[in-house]
C-alpha cells in the first residue's frame, strides 16, 4: 500500500507563491498518476491537479488553471503542486493522492489513497 506525506503548507498573503511536496513510498511510484485535493470544514473535497503516470496529461480544477502547476519528479518518487497568485479562497487542507491502479490518466475518479494533508491558508 502507498504512503503518501505532503509538506510545504503555510500561511502566506495573498498573491504569494507556495510550493507543496508529496513523498511517496510503498511502491513504483513511476507506474502511478498523483493529484491533489483540497477540502475546506463543511465542504466536499474538491479536485485540483494531477499528473499522468507518463507525466504526458496534466488535469487542473476551473479555478487553478493558470495558477498552479503540478509536476513529478520519479527519481525522488515525490510530486509537486506549485501554487502561485494564491487568493484567500485557496485556503483550505490539501490532500496529495493516489489512484489504486497503475498507468492511469489521473481523472478524479481514480484515485483512493490519500495523505494525511497540509493546511495552506491565504490571508487578504
Known amino acids: 500500500q502507498v504512503q503518501l506525506v505532503e509538506s510545504g503548507g503555510g500561511l502566506v498573503q495573498a498573491g504569494d507563491s507556495l510550493r507543496l511536496s508529496c513523498a511517496a513510498s510503498g511502491r513504483t511510484f513511476s507506474r502511478f498518476a498523483m493529484g491533489w485535493f483540497r477540502q475546506t470544514l463543511g465542504k466536499e473535497r474538491e479536485f485540483v491537479a494531477s499528473v499522468s503516470w507518463n507525466g504526458n496529461r496534466k488535469g487542473y480544477g476551473d479555478s487553478m488553471k493558470g495558477r498552479f502547476t503540478i509536476s513529478r519528479d520519479n527519481a525522488k518518487n515525490t510530486v509537486y503542486l506549485q501554487m502561485n497568485s494564491l487568493k484567500p479562497e485557496d485556503t483550505a487542507v490539501y490532500y496529495c493522492?493516489?489512484?489504486?491502479?497503475?498507468?492511469?490518466?489521473?481523472?478524479?475518479?481514480?484515485?483512493?489513497?490519500w495523505g494525511q494533508g497540509t493546511q495552506v491558508t491565504v490571508s487578504s
Open positions: 493522492a493516489a489512484p489504486q491502479q497503475p498507468y492511469g490518466l489521473g481523472f478524479a475518479r481514480e484515485f483512493g489513497f
